[in-house]
């Protein structure tokens, strides 16, 4: 069955980096785009980047576009997300997500919370 | 930059039908927008409902369907039960990406 397993926890200070892995089974890797969505609390869903994983083209949200990197490994069907200058308003749920080519957004990932305080 | 807008809030009675509605600032909302609605529940991840408008998952219950109306995307819920009190997203295709409605609160009461 299709899974999206994301790493643990974080707690980072303020202006730290945080790296997020989300490693997929269950179906061929690169047939699908994988993106990165964070909920702060009390706060919508923000959508903050997308990667292709059989090309490594990406697109970041213009909100995250100086401090955010998606990455992928294809060997470990893995992608990654790093997000650099962490602040307080940083402090959310952070999934990935899977599409299918053409808008069909369908299985999440479990979610990381990562907390930023000093 | 292009702004989702949901509904709030809404409230529907157990057994009742609700729509909820999804506009974009650029326009009206088309097919080519690939909307997709989730419905997220506290401390879990999003569940997708709907894909490309109108599209149900296999897992999507029967009473949930999307459409356009008006201009907009629209879910509609028939036939509510108390489990589907939830907040319920809306996701748009833009030339700014993905952008996400605000959500709606829907209590069934």
């Known amino acids: 069955q299709v899974q999206l397993v994301q790493s643990g926890a974080e707690v980072k200070k303020p202006g730290a980096s945080v790296k997020v892995s989300c490693e997929a089974s269950?179906?061929?890797?690169?047939?699908?785009?994988l993106h990165w969505v964070r909920q702060a609390p009390g706060q919508r869903l923000e959508w903050m980047g997308w990667i292709f994983t059989d090309s490594g083209d990406i697109r970041y949200s213009q909100r995250f576009q100086d401090r955010i990197t998606i990455t992928r490994d294809t060997s470990a069907s893995t992608t990654y997300m790093e997000l650099r200058s962490l602040r307080s308003e940083d402090t959310a749920l952070y999934f990935c997500?899977?599409?299918?080519?053409?808008?069909?957004?369908?299985?999440w990932g479990q979610g990381t919370l990562v907390i930023v305080s000093s | 930059q292009t702004v989702v807008t949901q509904e709030p809030s809404l409230t529907v009675s157990p057994g009742g039908t609700v729509t909820l509605t999804c506009a974009s600032s650029?326009?009206?909302?088309?097919?080519?927008?690939?909307t997709n609605w989730f419905q997220k529940k506290p401390g879990q991840a999003p569940r997708t409902l709907i894909y490309s408008t109108s599209n149900k998952h296999s897992w999507t219950p029967a009473r949930f369907s999307g459409s356009l109306l008006g201009g907009k995307s629209a879910l509609t819920l028939s036939g509510v039960r108390p489990e589907d009190e939830a907040d319920y997203y809306c996701?748009?295709?833009?030339?700014?990406?993905?952008?996400f409605g605000g959500g709606t609160k829907l209590t069934v009461l």
């Open positions: 997500a899977r599409e299918k080519m053409g808008g069909a957004w369908d299985y």
């Open positions: 650029t326009g009206p909302v088309t097919t080519g927008y690939h």
């Open positions: 269950g179906y061929s890797f690169t047939s699908y785009v």
């Open positions: 996701l748009l295709y833009s030339s700014d990406g993905w952008v």
